[in-house]
């Protein structure tokens, strides 16, 4: 799968805003990242990510899961339409279905998902309004394999950011969110550059810091 170029190529699953889309379309571009977007997919038609993929001249893809009897058939779908996209990483951004078993087990390639808080707290949505309630002075973002248990897939790379006592929900997520957008491109050069492997939960990368070639 590797282009003339020796780039990757990945997919994008995104469902809204884009944010990290255009992070990760910024790191392809300045040498951060040595991967081609070969497709946005969303499942939803209006996501203003699709729109930005389509002025930057990506591939996109709507799959939209109101079309589909079940979720296993979404999943199905989703699968298939990755499969024939020949991508080696796909990329969950902002995505805001579940994936299950119908596309875990019929799609080989690695998942990744972006997470706003320090997994294994604050899983599912709201992440950062949770630790802003729990009263956490830590969160931070994950990037992490996905797995069919939500948000709790093998951890790749993370990043602590300081709770501070007049956070709100919205304050902690706007100093999240750049931290997501270094964190996430990094942690997908990460895993298409460096050999890696799974002990138990536990991503395992060799020694050697990555090198841009
Ligand atoms: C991000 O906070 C990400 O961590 C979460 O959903 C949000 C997506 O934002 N999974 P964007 O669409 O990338 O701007």
């Known amino acids: 799968m590797l282009t003339q170029t020796g780039r990757r190529r990945i997919a994008v699953l995104v469902s809204g805003r884009g944010s990290n889309l255009q992070a990760i379309m910024r790191a392809g ?17 209006e996501a203003p990510a699709l729109a930005y993929a389509a002025a930057a001249s990506l591939p996109t893809r709507v799959l939209a899961h109101g079309d589909y009897p079940d979720r296993n058939a979404f999943d199905a779908a989703l ?3 990755l499969t024939a996209a020949n991508v080696d990483l796909v990329c969950l ?3 805001m279905r579940r994936v299950g078993p ?8 690695p998942i990744l998902n972006i997470h706003p808080s320090l997994l294994p707290a604050f899983p599912g949505m709201n992440a950062q309004q949770q630790a802003v309630d729990h009263g956490v002075k830590i969160t931070g973002v994950t990037v992490h394999f996905v ?10 790379l993370q990043r602590a950011v300081p709770v501070l006592d007049a956070d709100t929900g ?6 999240l969110l750049p931290v997501e957008h270094e964190v996430y491109p990094e942690a997908i050069q990460r895993v298409l550059r460096r050999p890696w492997r799974l002990v138990g939960r536990r991503v395992q990368f060799d020694s050697h810091e990555p090198t841009l070639r």
Do not use: C, K, M, Q
């Open 93 to 95: 951004a902002g995505f």
């Open 102 to 109: 119908a596309l875990l087990d019929r799609y080989p390639r």
């Open 170 to 175: 919205e304050t902690l997520s706007a100093r």
């Open 29 to 45: 571009t300045d040498g951060r990242l040595e991967a081609d977007i070969a497709l946005v997919l969303s499942n939803r038609a």
């Open 147 to 156: 797995t069919a248990e939500l948000d709790a897939g093998p951890i790749v």
């Open 79 to 81: 699968a298939d339409v």
